[in-house]
């Protein structure tokens, strides 16, 4: 598989990764309340690279051709969102001086990346449309490992700009609890809009 593929994807996945999300707002969550943006950013990633490879082993498109499974995945997706955003309205995050005193355990934030991510159509519906443009059927590699190796590419970009963001935040918003509280609530109410805009899309 020629390198200009992978570097060509790469352009195309980075601009999708920096753009603010779910995962966004998560990962800063994460980050203000300390000492759990590493698994959930594993949790996100997870999410991720299921979608490589349903995408890549050909369920991807079986699925995408139900649209009663995919209007369940996103109304229970979107419902996810709504709760956790709410939670966050509710609960503002709001640093704390002592890394001892984290919130959660490590496995229930990593639990919650993942149903954040994987049950985001738009995460699926992503790879669907994406990776079978940027392989080569003519290639010497098969279209499925073309497929989930241009995947993991993603999955890495993933992972570099939510620590950053997730570690970022901690960083910036540490000594500020006030504008630590503010971006947690700007947080919950993205989750919120999102989970609007993907039921509203869905039931369109």
Request: with cysteine.
């Amino acid at each position: 598989m020629a390198l200009s593929f992978f570097a060509a994807f790469w352009a195309v996945s980075v601009l999708f990764v920096i753009t603010p999300g779910a995962d966004w707002a998560y990962a800063i969550s994460a980050g203000i309340r300390g000492g759990r943006v590493i698994p959930a950013v594993c949790g996100l990633l997870s999410g991720h690279l299921i979608a490589t490879l349903i995408v890549a082993a050909g369920v991807g498109a079986v699925v995408a051709d139900l649209p009663t499974l995919m209007k369940g995945l996103t109304v229970a997706g979107a419902c996810y969102l709504i709760w956790l955003g709410i939670g966050m309205l509710r609960h503002p995050a709001v640093p704390t001086a002592d890394e001892r005193q984290v919130e959660g355990n490590a496995l229930r934030w990593a639990v919650k990346g993942l149903c954040i991510s994987g049950l985001n159509p738009k995460v699926f519906l992503l790879f669907l449309a994406l990776l079978p443009q940027f392989t080569d059927p003519h290639g010497t590699w098969p279209l499925s490992l073309q497929m989930a190796a241009l995947g993991m590419v993603h999955v890495v970009s993933c992972a570099v700009v939510y620590l950053i963001v997730g570690f970022g935040s901690k960083a910036v918003l540490q000594t500020r609890p006030r504008a630590a509280r503010l971006v947690s609530q700007i947080s919950g109410a993205l989750m919120i809009i999102i989970a609007a805009l993907l039921l509203t899309e869905s039931f369109r």
